[in-house]
């Protein structure tokens, strides 16, 4: 488990970049435009995961699980720390 480093403007960020059809970059906010991103687990809203920690800590039905968030190529070169909790390729 490792704690989400947050953009300092990922609020910021995830508003003038508006959703169109897609969840925001979990690390900045931004929209995640490209087509073969990156996803990891979140848990907790603070908390990214591997599909082991899920399980360990009581599977998809645990309430603090929530699910698969992308992750922008520019946030995952700039964190190297968490390529270990990347899922498969999207």
């Known amino acids: 488990m490792i704690q989400i480093p947050f953009h300092p403007r990922y609020t910021e960020n995830m508003e003038r970049h508006g959703m169109r059809n ?3 970059c ?3 906010g931004k929209e995640v435009t490209a087509k ?3 996803e990891v687990i979140m848990w907790s809203g ?3 995961v591997t599909a082991q920690e899920v399980e360990e800590k009581g599977g998809i039905e645990h309430g603090a699980y929530m699910g698969n968030y992308p992750i922008g190529p520019d946030c ?3 964190h190297p720390e ?3 909790y990347v ?4």
């Open 36 to 38: 073969n991103h990156k």
């Open 76 to 78: 995952l070169r700039q």
């Open 82 to 84: 968490i390529k270990p």
């Open 22 to 24: 897609s969840l925001p």
């Open 26 to 28: 979990v690390i900045c």
């Open 46 to 48: 603070m908390y990214l």
């Open 87 to 90: 899922v498969k390729d999207k």
